[in-house]
């Protein structure tokens, strides 16, 4: 045991009727994004069934902003990692208030997961991996249990292991959507201005991808924007977008 709760493989048959099902809605669908595309999913194909995943972070305000006016209702996720910036928590709150989201369920890590592991709050610094697993991965996990679809704001131009996302696959036993997935940066900046949306205050002082603080720097030049996050690190993703388990690996 190491004293945390361990994620359980979905069954092999549930794995290969989501990788079959992805299949599907890409043929009808591959060739939408963005709104269309979310809306779809949202009023039709995974209508009750699906949550959006959002770190109110740099740009995360333009997938809020498009999933408010089809369903101000829909469910959005938001892991409060405990880490985070105090900035983004008052973001969330403005946002969800302009925006009229109803439904924004803020999660935090369970303290029987954190354990022995991390009485100091210092794991980031000895486990980063670890950290993420308790604070992020695992509860989410358990707020995606009542979903089976989901929706998250990643782009290709975001680089390292994004640089391949499709805005439909197959990920641990549920449909998730990228809507913006085709997106350029430019084109964000673009919808921000269009839509009226204000920016997460830390984005004035250089921070183009932000996550908890004591992994996210300021960035500055030519750097990509995810180059401020776990600097220094092998390490570029938390872990939430990682397929765990896929029909592949049966
Ligand atoms: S980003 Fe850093 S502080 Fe946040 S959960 Fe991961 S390791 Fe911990």
Same mark, same amino acid.
């Not at 990692?81 to 985070?84: E, I, N, W």
């Given at each position: 045991m190491n004293g945390f709760a361990e994620l359980r493989r979905p069954e092999s048959a549930k794995l290969s009727a989501i990788a079959a099902r992805a299949e599907t809605l890409r043929e009808r669908y591959g060739e939408l994004d963005g709104e269309d595309l979310l809306r779809v999913m949202l009023e039709w194909q995974h209508k009750g069934r699906i949550a959006l995943v959002s770190?109110? &972070?740099?740009?995360a305000a333009v997938l809020l902003d498009m999933v408010a006016r089809i369903d101000p209702a829909t469910p959005v996720i938001f892991i409060d990692?405990?880490?985070?910036f105090h900035e983004t928590l008052s973001y969330r709150d403005i946002l969800v208030q302009r925006l009229g989201l109803t439904d924004v369920r803020s999660i935090e890590p369970a303290l029987f997961d954190l354990g022995g592991h991390d009485p100091d709050g210092a794991l980031w610094q000895r486990n980063p991996n670890l950290c993420c697993y308790l604070r992020k991965v695992l509860p989410l996990e358990r707020a995606l249990s009542e979903f089976d679809a989901w929706i998250t704001g990643r782009?290709?131009?975001?680089?390292?292991?994004? &640089?391949?996302?499709?805005?439909i696959e197959a990920a641990d036993g549920r449909i998730r959507f990228?809507?913006?997935?085709?997106?350029?940066t430019d084109k964000i900046n673009d919808s921000f201005k269009e839509r009226g949306l204000p920016r997460h205050p830390l984005s004035d002082e250089g921070y183009a991808s932000i996550g908890c603080a004591p992994c996210t720097v300021p960035v500055s030049g030519d750097a990509g924007a995810r180059d401020g996050r776990w600097q220094g690190r092998a390490k570029s993703e938390c872990g939430i977008h990682h397929a765990r388990w896929s029909s592949n690996s049966l």
């Open positions: 770190s109110f &972070g740099a740009e990692s405990g880490k985070l782009k290709r131009d975001q680089g390292g292991e994004r &640089g391949d996302l499709t805005t990228n809507p913006l997935a085709n997106w350029s």
